[in-house]
């Protein structure tokens, strides 16, 4: 079946580090891919996503580019701030029509020191 | 902006109470979502419905039902809530053809 494979943390980085989170998926066909970010005490959101090889979300200065030569789909940002501290997760949602969960990574805490 | 309301924050019941989790979205969301949520497991798919009185079983049905009786509301149904239900519990609504989902803030669930 579906899988979501990303590094899990804490993932610990003083403000204003490059960051990098990977992901790499498991699925069948041409999934959608999706990085949502879940803070403290709330939902999650969604942060960026990407629909088809060489796509490239990018919100709030994180971008990551479908890649469908190595499955992968890693996020980046090139300046964090303190404000970016918050779980983030790696998702896919399986090609075609119709009404489908997302399959998730286990997500990745991310701490930003000042 | 869409918004999913779930109606609790947090729930705390006891082992073989019957529990009732709901979810409001108000953006007429054709598909909704259960979603259960635990440290080191990521989210997993508990239920779906893509319409009114439709449902899907997701990942891990078992020990849940859901009802959707009006389009904008989801339930999820513990028949017997046991301890390893405990759980995060977030719902989602999406509509095609980006299927975006959005997320409510969660019930933070302890059965005891």
């Known amino acids: 079946g579906d899988s979501v494979t990303q590094m899990e943390g804490p993932v610990t980085l003083s403000e204003e580090a490059f960051l990098t989170i990977n992901c790499t998926y498991t699925a069948t066909g041409y999934p959608s891919l999706f990085w949502y970010v879940q803070y403290p005490g709330e939902g999650l959101q969604l942060l960026l996503k990407?629909?088809?090889?060489?796509d490239k979300g990018s919100n709030k200065g994180f971008e990551a580019t479908y890649r469908k030569e190595t499955t992968s789909f890693h996020l980046e940002k090139g300046s964090v701030q303190v404000s970016d501290s918050a779980v983030y997760f790696c998702a896919l949602r399986r090609s075609g029509g119709g009404a489908d969960g997302l399959t998730f990574g286990k997500g990745t805490h991310l701490i930003i020191q000042p | 902006d869409v918004k999913v309301t779930q109606s609790s924050r947090y729930l705390v019941k006891r082992t073989g109470e019957k529990v009732f989790l709901e979810c409001v979205q108000d953006?007429?969301?054709?598909?909704m979502f259960w979603y259960r949520q635990d440290p080191g497991l990521g989210l997993r798919l508990i239920y779906f419905s893509y319409d009114v009185k439709m449902k899907e079983k997701g990942d891990i049905p078992e020990g849940y039902s859901v009802s959707r009786e009006k389009k904008e509301r989801f339930s999820l149904i513990l028949e017997s809530a046991s301890t390893n239900q405990t759980s995060m519990y977030l719902c989602a609504s999406s509509f095609p053809p980006s299927n975006e989902q959005y997320f409510g803030p969660g019930t933070r669930l302890t059965v005891t």
């Open positions: 953006m007429d969301h054709e598909n």
């Open positions: 990407a629909t088809k090889a060489d």
